[in-house]
């Protein structure tokens, strides 16, 4: 326990030293005095050069909805310099990589941005949520460390000890310290130079994965061709804009969605931590009201949280009339959540045309498709049976049929592309359902260090496979089904061979004899299934091997999972002995006759 | 205002009866995840009540070293008499 003590001093005394000295902050105007560019940059550092030039920025907001700092464009960018020029003495080889502890906060975006002046090449990686998650935590930082080849890493005060711990033995490290660490080293007298476009703009980690972490190369042209398209024409930023945010910064979405697309369109964010959301998810919209934002997204998730907190009391102090984009994307989505949620709020003021859904994926920078602005989320009603029999989307005919809601997530950004294939890799005609590949220049040039996972997303002619299963009606794509390999709980995405992994680590669990999938009862709510071929025959050995698996899933990943044990061989594998997740989550549905669970399509598992 | 460690592992230890509604009698020495299966929902709740009723906020760095009622209860503790 001793330890638990000796850490809860760190963030204590920083938590009190932060405020600030009776002080009245103001948060950054939305209307600006610069005019508005809309992502005509070719390289983030020249967007920033030129942001800098107005009075608009970042404002960082506590649980209590306190405003806390404001960091402006204006001085992001000096202490995004000076800060570059400190980095300059660990004579680091350009692109060198850079690890950051992401939470919410100035200093995070400060050393973003002062790694891109540097030449640097940096990523965020996540911050500990869940109980009882140290080790295992410390462990996927270390996969993050290794898989990277990180030179310098760095966190706050409250996480630095982790990522001490994770680094300790971790080849090319040269340091490990607090953002304050770094502001002791002197600002060299370096020129700075210009990046170009073909340069890596940062790595994206879509995996806790220990053993096959996957970190996107996200390029300055890549990253700008997708800002681009969702400033330009996913959201047709004005300069009257103004965003809130309280999507995590190691996230996609909330690190290109809502911190680089506000600062290449010149306009403020007032942000909120996500645990704070999570535990008060009200003060985002009461942000959202007070400071007139224009544009916020969230997972469906979110709002299912805001939904099942807000009282009628807290709807009189709220007007969101002025939210005009509420964008939706990084899980499937519901039609049934974005309905309660607009049920709830109405009477707020909340428009539910605003109502944005999208598609996209890290490993397209962000975006892939948008939705038409101001059109709300348009579902459309399919025939179940059709559907499963034939993989054919037709529309519903008769009342009574069973059927399936699918919305629609809009057409690809310009100069992409996205096409619907068979298990062969032919390209399918509207309306019948299979993989969804996208071509553009926001998809990734690969994993960083892992040509196996590159090889497996990028097929030839620089198709990316999402691994996710929809089809295309008169040009808009609907999702029907996420991926196989990838399990979405209460908002978070878990692979599921990071179970597997953390299953296979057991010793009465031999490899490629754990598979992990998600099923889905009525209402929606997703439960992880974790079958494991098993030779144990006493059943307090069963039961502790049990518990024991529930507890790591749990301390990883912080779901609850049902943990199933089946006799060797019970579980189907490929014709080259690989498990197919798809074949065992079949089995399993057939296994405990649940209903309406077949899927329609199987997926690459990627 | 400053409640007893008691009273303070008393409170988590009623919250979490009600909360988890299982047959498990909870006691400083419950497990929250193997036995109690807090999910992340359900945690969130409970970080909301403990902040509300103690006037404290808890940093979530500390709940990644936190798997027992006990556990949980010295954090608090700490926290308060650290403010």
């Given at each position: 326990?001793?330890s638990?003590?000796?850490?809860?001093?760190?963030?204590l005394?920083q938590?009190?030293?932060?405020?600030?000295?009776?002080?009245?902050?103001?948060?950054?105007?939305?209307?600006?005095?610069?005019?508005?560019?809309?992502?005509?940059?070719d390289?983030?550092?020249?967007?920033?050069?030129?942001?800098?030039?107005?009075?608009?920025?970042?404002?960082?907001?506590?649980?209590?909805?306190?405003?806390?700092?404001?960091?402006?464009?204006?001085?992001?960018?000096?202490?995004?310099?000076?800060?570059?020029?400190?980095?300059?003495?660990?004579?680091?080889?350009?692109?060198?990589?850079?690890?950051i502890?992401?939470?919410?906060?100035?200093?995070?975006?400060?050393?973003?941005?002062?790694?891109?002046?540097?030449?640097?090449v940096?990523?965020?990686?996540?911050?500990p949520?869940?109980?009882?998650?140290?080790?295992?935590y410390?462990?996927?930082?270390?996969g993050?460390?290794?898989?990277?080849?990180a030179?310098?890493?760095?966190?706050?005060?409250?996480?630095?000890g982790?990522?001490?711990?994770?680094?300790?033995?971790v080849?090319?490290?040269?340091?490990?310290?607090t953002?304050?660490?770094?502001?002791?080293?002197?600002?060299?007298?370096?020129?700075?130079?210009?990046?170009?476009?073909?340069?890596?703009?940062?790595?994206?980690?879509?995996?806790g994965?220990?053993?096959?972490?996957?970190g996107?190369?996200?390029?300055?042209?890549?990253?700008?061709?997708?800002?681009?398209?969702?400033?330009?024409?996913?959201?047709?930023?004005k300069?009257?804009?103004?965003?809130a945010?309280?999507?995590?910064?190691?996230?996609?979405?909330?690190?290109?969605?809502?911190?680089?697309?506000?600062?290449?369109?010149?306009?403020?964010?007032?942000?909120?931590?996500?645990?704070?959301?999570a535990?008060?998810?009200?003060?985002?919209?009461?942000?959202?009201?007070?400071?007139?934002?224009?544009?916020?997204?969230?997972?469906?998730?979110?709002?299912?949280?805001?939904?099942?907190?807000?009282?009628?009391?807290?709807l009189?102090?709220?007007?969101?009339?002025?939210?005009?984009a509420?964008?939706?994307?990084?899980?499937?989505?519901?039609?049934?959540?974005?309905?309660?949620?607009?049920?709830?709020?109405?009477?707020?003021?909340?428009?539910?045309?605003?109502?944005?859904?999208?598609?996209?994926?890290?490993?397209?920078?962000?975006?892939?498709?948008?939705?038409?602005l101001?059109?709300?989320?348009?579902?459309?009603?399919?025939?179940?049976?059709?559907?499963?029999?034939?993989?054919?989307?037709?529309?519903l005919?008769?009342?009574?049929?069973?059927?399936?809601?699918?919305v629609?997530?809009?057409?690809?950004?310009?100069?992409?592309?996205?096409?619907i294939?068979?298990?062969?890799?032919?390209?399918?005609?509207?309306?019948?359902?299979?993989?969804?590949?996208?071509?553009?220049d926001?998809?990734?040039?690969?994993?960083?260090?892992?040509?196996?996972?590159?090889?497996?997303?990028?097929?030839?002619?620089?198709?990316?496979?999402?691994?996710?299963?929809?089809f295309?009606?008169?040009?808009?794509?609907?999702i029907?089904?996420?991926?196989?390999?990838?399990?979405?709980?209460?908002?978070?995405?878990?692979?599921?061979?990071?179970?597997?992994e953390?299953?296979?680590q057991?010793?009465?669990?031999?490899?490629?004899?754990?598979?992990?999938?998600?099923?889905?009862?009525?209402?929606?709510?997703?439960?992880?299934?974790?079958?494991?071929?098993?030779?144990?025959?006493?059943?307090?050995?069963?039961?502790?091997?049990?518990?024991?698996?529930?507890?790591?899933?749990?301390?990883?990943?912080?779901?609850?999972?049902?943990?199933?044990?089946?006799?060797?061989?019970?579980?189907?594998?490929?014709s080259?002995?690989?498990?197919s997740?798809?074949?065992?989550?079949?089995?399993?549905?057939?296994?405990?006759?649940?209903?309406?669970?077949?899927?329609?399509?199987?997926?690459?598992?990627? | 205002?400053?409640?007893?460690?008691?009273?303070?592992?008393?409170?988590?230890?009623d919250?979490?009866?009600?909360m988890?509604?299982?047959?498990?009698?909870?006691?400083?020495?419950?497990?929250?995840?193997?036995?109690?299966?807090?999910?992340?929902?359900?945690?969130?709740?409970?970080?909301?009540?403990?902040?509300?009723?103690?006037?404290?906020?808890?940093?979530?760095?500390?709940?990644?070293?936190?798997?027992?009622?006990?556990?949980?209860?010295?954090?608090?503790?700490k926290?308060?008499?650290?403010?």
């Open positions: 326990m001793s638990t003590i000796t850490k809860l001093n760190a963030p005394t938590a009190f030293d932060f405020q600030p000295s009776g002080e009245q902050l103001t948060p950054t105007p939305t209307l600006n005095t610069l005019t508005q560019q809309l992502a005509g940059f390289t983030l550092t020249s967007a920033l050069e030129y942001a800098a030039e107005g009075i608009t920025g970042y404002n960082f907001y506590d649980a209590r909805g306190n405003l806390r700092s404001i960091l402006p464009y204006r001085l992001l960018k000096q202490n995004a310099r000076t800060l570059a020029q400190r980095l300059f003495g660990f004579n680091l080889p350009r692109g060198s990589r850079v690890a502890i992401a939470d919410t906060s100035p200093e995070f975006v400060e050393l973003f941005f002062a790694c891109r002046y540097a030449g640097l940096p990523f965020a990686m996540p911050i949520v869940n109980l009882g998650s140290h080790a295992i410390v462990q996927q930082l270390r993050m460390l290794e898989s990277s080849q030179s310098i890493a760095v966190a706050n005060l409250d996480y630095v982790f990522l001490e711990e994770a680094s300790a033995g080849a090319n490290i040269h340091w490990v310290g953002p304050g660490g770094l502001n002791d080293f002197p600002a060299l007298d370096v020129e700075l130079q210009s990046n170009h476009p073909d340069e890596t703009a940062y790595l994206q980690f879509t995996s994965s220990t053993k096959t972490p996957r996107v190369i996200i390029t300055e042209r890549a990253l700008m061709c997708n800002l681009q398209g969702i400033v330009r024409n996913g959201l047709e930023i300069p009257e804009d103004r965003s945010s309280w999507l995590p910064f190691y996230h996609d979405m909330g690190l290109v969605g809502l911190v680089l697309a506000p600062m290449v369109t010149q306009i403020s964010v007032d942000y909120l931590a996500t645990r704070d959301f535990i008060r998810p009200l003060q985002w919209l009461r942000l959202i009201s007070r400071n007139r934002c224009t544009i916020a997204f969230s997972q469906p998730f979110g709002l299912k949280l805001c939904a099942m907190r807000v009282r009628e009391s807290d009189k102090d709220l007007d969101l009339s002025c939210w005009r509420a964008g939706i994307g990084a899980e499937m989505i519901r039609p049934e959540t974005l309905r309660i949620f607009a049920e709830k709020f109405s009477s707020a003021g909340f428009n539910e045309n605003a109502f944005l859904p999208c598609y996209g994926l890290a490993e397209s920078t962000l975006a892939v498709t948008f939705s038409k101001g059109k709300g989320c348009k579902g459309i009603h399919v025939d179940s049976k059709t559907l499963i029999d034939k993989r054919v989307v037709t529309r005919q008769a009342d009574g049929r069973k059927q399936n809601e699918f629609n997530c809009g057409r690809p950004l310009p100069g992409h592309v996205v096409k294939v068979d298990e062969d890799g032919n390209q399918l005609s509207e309306m019948m359902v299979g993989s969804v590949l996208v071509q553009g926001s998809v990734m040039t690969g994993y960083f260090n892992n040509p196996e996972e590159t090889d497996k997303a990028l097929k030839s002619g620089n198709w990316l496979d999402t691994g996710d299963i929809g295309l009606f008169e040009g808009d794509l609907f029907t089904g996420r991926r196989t390999d990838v399990i979405i709980v209460n908002g978070r995405n878990i692979r599921a061979q990071d179970i597997e953390l299953a296979e057991q010793p009465e669990v031999r490899s490629r004899e754990a598979s992990a999938f998600g099923v889905n009862d009525e209402d929606g709510t997703t439960t992880i299934v974790l079958v494991i071929e098993c030779r144990l025959t006493a059943v307090t050995e069963r039961q502790s091997l049990i518990t024991r698996l529930q507890q790591l899933v749990y301390m990883a990943f912080g779901v609850n999972c049902v943990v199933e044990l089946v006799p060797p061989h019970t579980l189907p594998r490929t080259s002995g690989k498990l997740r798809f074949a065992a989550r079949q089995g399993y549905i057939q296994r405990t006759n649940l209903t309406g669970q077949l899927t329609f399509v199987e997926s690459a598992d990627r | 205002m400053s409640e007893s460690y008691d009273e303070i592992m008393q409170l988590l230890c919250r979490l009866s009600s988890t509604n299982s047959s498990v009698q909870v006691t400083a020495d419950t497990n929250l995840i193997s036995q109690l299966s807090i999910d992340s929902i359900k945690l969130l709740n409970l970080i909301m009540e403990i902040e509300d009723t103690f006037d404290v906020s808890i940093p979530i760095n500390a709940l990644a070293d936190v798997q027992t009622v006990r556990q949980l209860a010295d954090l608090v503790q926290i308060k008499s650290a403010s």
